[in-house]
């Protein structure tokens, strides 16, 4: 799998003290996220971000791009691919670490809709034996391919989801939560009742408080 690349912004304050990588949606690419990196700044106003583009081209669609095909979806060729994709995002965050000159436990990870479901798994269970965890894990509108989670302390991980989600049900998120509470996982969890498949301004407030708390 090819090296990940994508648009960056930031620190709107030297020096860079902290890396967030967000993880775009299917169909995407990175630009679909890097405006978020200027709302966030006047929390994390050290921090660099990266919004890389999926590793594959999408394959149900002439454009965009995918972390890992939807054209099989039974749980054994997600679970295949997303864990791929988490690979591949891990060996992105390493090289960003070293090319900032950043410690190994510097960056958040975060991610909307399948880029979501990439960043629960590097963040959970792909950062194991390569590089330190993440300080903190945002997902919305996501949720768990992989329902097994390891053994061990995890990173804080916030949820968000829309309630009025048709793209990808918000009981993913509820499953996700509950997944992590039931291994004493540190969660925050926030559901917008009349929020379909998108970010909202409560999504990004709390997402930067959240990001705020992690760097403390």
């Known amino acids: 799998m090819a090296d990940l690349d994508g648009p960056r912004w930031g620190p709107r304050e030297a020096p860079v003290r902290q890396l967030v990588v967000l993880c775009h949606g299917v169909g995407a690419d990175g630009h679909d996220l890097i405006d978020l990196a200027p709302h966030w700044a006047a929390a994390l106003p050290q921090a660099a971000f990266a919004a890389p583009d999926a590793p594959e081209p999408y394959d149900m669609a002439p454009m965009g791009r995918q972390w890992f095909s939807l054209s099989d979806r039974s749980p054994a060729r997600m679970q295949a691919g997303v864990a791929a994709a988490a690979?591949?995002?891990?060996?992105?965050?390493?090289?960003?670490?070293?090319?900032?000159?950043?410690?190994?436990?510097a960056y958040a990870l975060m991610g909307f809709s399948q880029g979501a479901m990439t960043v629960l798994q590097a963040g959970l269970h792909g950062w194991r034996g390569r590089v330190a965890p993440p300080r903190a894990v945002l997902a919305f509108s996501g949720g768990l391919i992989d329902p097994t989670l390891p053994p061990g302390p995890l990173p804080p991980v916030l949820l968000v989801h829309g309630e009025a989600d048709a793209v990808v049900p918000p009981e993913r998120?509820?499953?996700?939560?509950?997944?992590?509470?039931?291994?004493?996982?540190?969660?925050?969890?926030?559901?917008?009742?009349?929020?379909?498949?998108?970010?909202?301004?409560?999504?990004?407030?709390?997402?930067?408080?959240?990001?705020?708390?992690?760097?403390?």
């Not at 690979?87 to 436990?105: H, I, K, M, S």
Request: no cysteine; aromatic share 6%; hydrophobic share 50%.
């Open 87 to 105: 690979a591949a995002l891990g060996r992105f965050v390493e090289t960003e670490l070293a090319r900032l000159g950043l410690p190994a436990d």
């Open 173 to 216: 998120s509820h499953q996700a939560e509950s997944a992590l509470l039931a291994v004493g996982a540190s969660v925050q969890a926030l559901y917008a009742p009349r929020l379909g498949h998108g970010i909202d301004e409560a999504g990004l407030s709390t997402g930067a408080l959240f990001l705020q708390r992690a760097f403390a």
